[in-house]
């Protein structure tokens, strides 16, 4: 089976050159026509010579896949739907481009189906088939339309990528290189549950902004809809990150759905704002875009404003996060799940 170009680093392209019996160079050349000029063929690699091309051709794969499928919403957010072909092959992930006035953001995914089991996640009800590639991941940023214009990124599309750190990390270096894409790191945020020891890693090993899924400052609440709480409790993960620094260019948020009669009373504010306190971070609140056979609904809006406005006026900046391409099953996992029934 041939190699993949496509995720390797600047010193893995060398190492494919020289495989191939090419010079070094030849790799700086390969990272060049893969992340700065993102051609998807050999052919176009025009200052390769072609007995060159024809040995690299030999034993690699690009590893770009075009999209299989594709949605637009109403408001402008697209939905991709991406083939896996280099980790968890047969599966299907998707990509969400989202069009705001200032920006374009890519939510990428970064595993097939997911282990975590959220009762509340399409993606977790499929459970797991396997680990995207860096070159999956890569992937989706490539093949959308207009790639050039992405201005972000956030891991926050099927899977948890803390699960899939190896690859993850491979990306990331890809994405801030000065090689590769050369995006700023303070463009990337990655979204965990709280996977503690490839938190740590993350954190020690990255300069990309932090999200965490939290969703109940209760453990025992938290819980019943988030098994991972057995093994990672939320009151480690919070003292973990207590640990670092967030007051410059590195940014943590915590991510809160809002369920109605669940995680929406005056004691959950309570409870979050003297879980965070002194800490810099921002809570972004979530509207729940209902799924099928699940009991719960989203809070509604005035409960919403008044769970924001709690925690504003103690101190802790929280924002209630607009909904997007409600009309395309935005929900995450939701597309995918369609696929994988058809
Ligand atoms: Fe996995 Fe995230 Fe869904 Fe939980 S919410 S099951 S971590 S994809």
Redesign the pocket.
Known sequence: MKGILLGKNLEGLKEAAAECGLKPFVGKQLAEWLYVKRVSSFDAMTNISNASKAALSDKYDIGTAPSIGKAVSSDGTAKYLFPVVWGGEGSAVEAVVIPEEDRRTLCVSS?AG?????R?????RQGWHGNLSAADILNQFLGVDSPQTLTNAVFMG???PLDNYGAVSQALEVLTAPWGFAWSPKRITV???GVLPALKRYLDGQRCHLAV?LHNPFPEEREQM?P?QKAFDEREIISLIRQYDFSGQRRVSFEYTMFAGWNDSRRHADALIRMLRGLECRVNLIRFHKIPDFPYESSSQGVMEAFRDRLSNNGITCTIRASRGEDILAA??MLAGKHRQE
């Open positions: 595993q997911c282990k975590m089991g959220c509340f996640c399409m993606t977790g099927m899977g948890e979204s965990t549950i899924s988030m991972v995450c996992g």
